[in-house]
């Protein structure tokens, strides 16, 4: 009853175009077609799509030792999906994280369960940054995965106490550097063996690097990622 009150009152709308529709549909017809799942070949560890088959890891990849497993970019990252995450991200448009986490959590069930994670933890953003944005937009859609994919989420545990320049101002090598130290653990033990980190977009992979760091000190044992889009690499 709430639920229909609201979306009385806030339409429901759809996460490409951002015009109204229905609300028993996610999407409207002509965006469904623009939204398009990242398929093979794709790189095993950061999951970018990658040029040839008999290539296994991206040329970013094969250089730099991630910490963590693997993960998935779940999109395209073409114009649309950008635009779409940018309105997540600065436009208030909360209500995109719903379609998302719906959507990714059907469609890459299986490889996520294969994980066998324990917990979702979202990247956290400086609480700066939360006061004057509001929201943590990872955390909504990291909230939405928790519920379909039925794995616990964990928003306390990682803390960001360093207000960091936004990475997509920075070059690769200042993308780490500006973010050393900029994450703690607020309890000293991490209690989760497996854990999968949420965030918006995946570029070099500095930020889940960083977050992995932090978790793997305090005792994780293995880390996964899953973001909306993902930059294209090599
Ligand atoms: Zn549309
Ligand atoms: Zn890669």
């Known amino acids: 009853m709430i639920k229909r009150l609201l979306y009385g009152m806030f339409p429901r709308r759809c996460p490409i175009c951002d015009k ?36 296994e890891y991206c040329m970013d990849c094969e250089k730099s030792n ?33 379609f998302y986490g719906r959507s990714i959590a059907t469609h890459f069930q299986k490889e996520i369960e294969y ?9 956290p953003i400086h609480r700066k940054k939360l006061v004057s944005r509001g929201y943590n937009q990872a955390e909504l859609f990291a909230r939405e ?18 207000n960091t320049k936004p990475q997509k101002e920075l070059g690769n090598n200042d993308r780490s550097k500006n973010l050393k130290n900029a994450f703690k653990l607020t309890e000293n033990v991490v209690k989760y063996n497996k854990v999968i980190l949420v965030d918006d977009i995946y570029t070099t992979g500095s930020t ?5 760091e932090v978790l793997l000190l305090g005792g994780a044992k293995k880390i996964y990622f899953i973001s909306l889009g993902i930059g294209t690499g090599i």
């Open 20 to 55: 109204c529709i229905n609300s028993n549909i996610d999407i409207c017809s002509k965006c469904e077609g623009k939204l398009e799942f990242l398929k093979e070949p794709k790189c095993k560890k950061c999951g970018k799509p990658i040029d040839a088959e008999e290539k």
């Open 66 to 98: 991630h910490l963590y497993e693997t993960g998935i970019g779940a999109y395209v990252y073409s114009n649309e999906v950008k635009q779409s995450i940018y309105k997540f991200k600065y436009h208030n448009r909360r209500d995109f994280s719903e």
């Open 115 to 123: 994980w066998n994670a324990d917990v979702i933890i979202p990247i």
């Open 145 to 162: 995965l928790s519920k379909w994919l039925q794995i616990p989420m964990d928003s306390h545990l990682l803390v960001r106490v360093l």
């Open 208 to 212: 889940i690097d960083a977050c992995s």
